[in-house]
């Protein structure tokens, strides 16, 4: 091997290596447009591509910095259970796929809780993030939920969500789809109480998570041109043997055949749920 291949190409690719890491740092490539959008101007314009608006995923600390008022919300630690209740394994260990999932994120699952202030109202957040295995709802994010709702029943309290979600964590088998049940329950209990609880729908949120507690709104919400749905269209669209209509999960038709309420753009979403919140707990 010469010195050319053996030194000198290995510093070359490393120096060409760290620009493309570079560049990729300062441009983001809106999926909608396919424009390439300046970094930094994405994030002051709380992750909105300028071009098309396009909402791009929000991490949940900027998104509850935006919600609660200044300085008023603390994060509500998750419930923590055993990592693999069925020992399930594919092509890799259910337990490698957690340590993968918690050492790209830094959470500990798909979900993080908050309680706090808006406009002077108390209010518990529930957000999740699709980072984290698609969003997937297995039995710590299901228990988590509950907890929130606990917490907001316990210190009567609003209850905010925002989902974001592949559906049920099948890893995790029936007890995954057991907290479908709990969840659904749990806001049962929460409005009882005549307790508030508005969901908002994030790109995208789809199966179990759809079908349990995030259509259980007083008042749903929904970014623009969200995905929402049960199941793929492909999957309908065979089993039904029609074509679908057009966007006919996103969040605009949606709304026009009155799954949801409103459909806001993020710049709106804290004045929209300010505005709410006075009318709901007067």
Sequence with gaps: MSWLSEFVAPKIKAIIGSREQSDNVLWTKCPECE??????????NNMVCGYCDHHFPLPIDSRFKMLFDEGSFKEIATVHVQDDPIKFK????????????????????????????????????????F??????????????????????????SALISFTASGGARMQEGMFSLMQMASTVASICELKERRLPFINVF????????????AMLGDINIAEPRALIGFAGAGVIEKTIMQKLPEGFQKSEFLREHGMIDIISHRKDLNNTIRTLLLCLMK
């Design 131 to 156: 980072a984290f295995m698609g969003g997937s709802m297995g039995l710590s994010l299901g228990k988590s939920f509950v907890k929130a709702t606990n917490v907001a029943i316990d210190s009567r």
């Design 35 to 44: 424009r390439m959008v300046y970094t930094k101007e994405l994030e002051t």
């Design 202 to 213: 994030t790109h995208p949120t789809t199966g179990g998570v759809l079908a349990s507690f």
């Design 90 to 129: 594919d092509n890799k260990k259910y337990t490698d796929r957690l340590k993968e999932a918690r050492r790209k994120t830094g959470m500990q699952d798909a979900c993080v809780l908050a309680n706090g202030t808006i406009s002077s109202k108390s209010v518990v957040a529930f957000a999740m993030d």
